[in-house]
């Protein structure tokens, strides 16, 4: 199985084109105080696990110290592709999450309650002018 996560500032699902439109790809967010509620989108792609089995996915949001910030409910995947593609399915969330305080957090993907993969997203505060 493989897994991957990106996070943008919006996503667009296509359902004609069977696919994704992606905004900005977020590698740091800038907020302008502190608490602060970020809002972010995320696509996570699953890929070849067995066509007919179905998976629990959970998202947990962890900050700098390890503690768990944020987490999406389960949610239970199914594989939906054409016969002749490798099994898989795309997820698209939106998060909303309570910053106190600005660092490096990581997203973390759980498919059965293992960890598969994690996204890297740094909450810088903006400079007062």
Not at 4 to 32: E, F, M, R, S, Y
Not at 97 to 104: C, E, F, H, P
Not at 113 to 127: D, F, K, N, Q
């Amino acid at each position: 199985m493989n897994a991957q996560i990106i996070i943008c500032d919006q996503i667009q699902n296509n359902k004609q084109a069977k696919g994704h439109t992606l905004g900005t790809i977020l590698n740091h967010v800038h907020i302008p105080v502190l608490p602060f509620v970020l809002k972010l989108h995320v696509l996570v792609k699953i890929s070849d696990f067995p066509s007919r089995e179905s998976l629990d996915m959970q998202l947990r949001i962890y900050d700098e110290q390890d503690k768990i910030i944020g987490t999406t409910s389960r949610l239970v995947l199914r594989n939906y592709r054409d016969l002749d593609m490798i099994p898989g399915v795309d997820a698209q969330l939106e998060l909303s999450l309570v910053i106190v305080q600005s660092g490096n957090i990581r997203i973390k993907c759980f498919i059965d309650e293992e960890e598969v993969t994690w996204y890297p997203l740094m909450i810088r505060l903006a400079e007062a002018s």
